[in-house]
């Protein structure tokens, strides 16, 4: 039996979607957990993930934690269609795909959008309901990079990590899919595409994408083969429709001048 316990919106947690359905899995036990009402502080599911965090895969009562983990985990468990190469170097050069993707990535990915869209929200927050919130976390170096982007907007360190990182990210994307490849790892879909995909997803949602993409052809032509993909659509990645969507839209679109100038500014000599 395999459960899921997810956030909707989470980035991670559409890496993990994404995974089930490139697998063709549908037999499946939601648990959906929002993390906007503190759900995920609660004691029955601190059991599960002591980090407190989304998603979390139970596999027959076995618990499995992290994204990419629970992703490589499925890939070996349900093994056809597979989603690594066979070649123990290929499998390697993966691996650090995705290890960049957990570590410069998704630390990118949330700060940009702690510092465009959920500043907002939580700046409009009663401050004790805020400050519940981050008590609550389990992890006090995400909670310090949080309050930074919030308070410090574009100003923050971690604002400006993040955009040097995912111009990193995008520079050896473009390198490597100059060969024409379809895809990282070549002409087959693999982890390391997946495991970008829900990220990449939310920079186009704040209107942030183009910072990368504008002159970088390949890049964006492997956007638009991704987003095509029919796991892509299933597991919903990607800010959500109406109001959500605009929310992200807008309040990115505040801000993604501005990131590109300091961006173009940290690159000078």
């Known amino acids: ?4 316990y997810y956030y909707e919106n989470s980035v991670c947690s559409e ?26 502080a609660n004691p029955e599911y601190v059991k599960l993930n002591p ?20 992703c490589d985990y499925l890939d070996d468990a349900f093994p056809h269609p597979p989603l690594k190469p066979a070649a123990p170097a290929d499998r390697a050069r993966l691996r650090e795909w995705v290890k960049e993707a957990d570590e410069a ?3 990118g ?3 940009l959008s702690f510092t465009a869209v959920f500043r907002e929200r939580l700046l409009n927050m009663d401050p004790a309901e805020r400050d519940r919130l981050w008590a609550e976390q389990t992890d006090p170096a995400r909670t310090f990079r949080q309050k930074s982007c919030v308070f410090e907007g574009l100003d923050s360190p971690h604002a400006i990590i993040a955009l040097t990182a995912w111009e990193r990210i995008f520079t ?5 899919l100059s060969d024409n490849r379809h895809w990282i790892m070549g002409t087959d879909f693999t982890l390391a595409d997946l495991n970008l995909a829900p990220f990449v997803a939310r920079l186009e949602g704040m209107a942030f994408l183009d910072i990368w993409c504008d002159g970088r052809p390949a890049s964006a032509a492997w956007w638009q083969r991704m987003k095509a993909r029919p796991s892509y659509g299933k597991a919903k990645v990607g800010p959500g429709l109406g109001d959500e969507q605009a929310t992200f839209a807008r309040e990115g679109a505040k801000i993604a001048g501005e990131a590109r100038q300091r961006l173009h500014e940290l690159s000078m000599p």
């Open 1 to 4: 039996m395999l459960e899921l």
């Open 15 to 40: 890496r993990v979607l994404m995974t089930l359905a490139e697998k063709g899995i549908a037999d499946w036990e939601r648990h959906h957990i929002d993390l906007f009402k503190g759900e995920q």
């Open 51 to 70: 980090k407190a965090q989304v998603p979390t895969l139970v596999h027959d009562g076995r618990v499995i934690r992290e994204s990419s983990i629970i």
């Open 105 to 107: 990535g998704f630390q």
């Open 109 to 111: 990915v949330a700060s």
């Open 172 to 176: 050896d994307l473009e390198l490597t």
